[in-house]
């Protein structure tokens, strides 16, 4: 069965960084789009960014244009979400998530907690 | 950039009917999805592509769509159905993917 995996979360200074990972089993990886979509605690889902399935396009949500950076290495059946300059708006979970194939999510990981707090 | 309209909460009685409608200019021509999720768990997709239920999804979730407004309905509503739901689409250009702000339906 699909299954995906988060890690890299944690509590982390403002202005610092962190790289996000995810491990994906159950699946071809390397056919699939994946995603990153976050949730602030008590707040509603905001999605993240994409990356194709050969990693050739990405793509961001406005509000972390030129701070994130997605990648993925199929080798490893891993995706990856560099988060830089963080700040308290940052603060949530981050889930990994398995594109449909259309422009939906059927699979989603666990999540895990970014806190930026000083 | 694009969004999706919910209402914040709807409050229904058991086996009631509860109607949840999500809108947005690109919804005729981008599917929608909708998904459940309860506290401190990641969100469950009830309804794909506008009206299709994932298998184990029970029966009283539905889906339907209309020009630019599309709508779960949950009918028989039960208590285990209380949670926060979830529209989410794409835009024009099917690069990005946008969330409605979340519907907390709650059963009397």
């Known amino acids: 069965q699909v299954q995906l995996v988060e890690s890299g979360g944690g509590v982390v200074q403002p202005g610092r960084s962190l790289r996000l990972s995810c491990a994906a089993s159950?699946?071809?990886?390397?056919?699939?789009?994946m995603h990153w979509v976050r949730q602030p605690p008590g707040k509603g889902l905001e999605w993240v960014a994409v990356?194709?399935?050969?990693?050739?396009?990405?793509y961001y949500a406005d509000s972390v244009q030129g701070r994130f950076s997605i990648s993925r290495d199929n080798s490893k059946s891993t995706l990856y979400l560099q988060v830089n300059s963080l700040g308290a708006e940052d603060t949530a979970v981050y889930y990994c998530?398995?594109?449909?194939?259309?422009?939906?999510?059927?699979?989603w990981g666990q999540g895990t907690l970014v806190s930026v707090s000083s | 950039s694009y969004e999706l309209t919910q209402p914040p909460s709807v409050s229904v009685s058991p086996g009631q009917t509860a109607r949840i409608t999500c809108s947005g200019d690109?919804?005729?021509?981008?599917?929608a999805y909708w998904y459940q999720q309860k506290p401190g768990q990641a969100p469950v997709v009830v309804i794909y592509?506008?009206?299709e239920r994932p298998s184990g999804i029970p029966e009283r979730f539905s889906g339907s769509s209309s020009g630019t407004t599309v709508t779960l309905t949950i009918s028989g509503v039960q208590a285990e159905d209380e949670g926060d739901y979830y529209c989410?689409?794409?835009?024009?250009?099917?690069?990005?993917?946008?969330f409605g702000g979340g519907t907390k339906v709650t059963v009397l």
């Open positions: 998530v398995k594109d449909d194939g259309e422009f939906g999510f059927i699979y």
């Open positions: 159950g699946f071809t990886f390397s056919s699939y789009a």
């Open positions: 990356i194709s399935y050969d990693g050739g396009n990405k």
């Open positions: 690109t919804l005729p021509k981008q599917y």
């Open positions: 592509k506008d009206n």
């Open positions: 989410q689409s794409a835009d024009s250009s099917g690069t990005h993917r946008v």
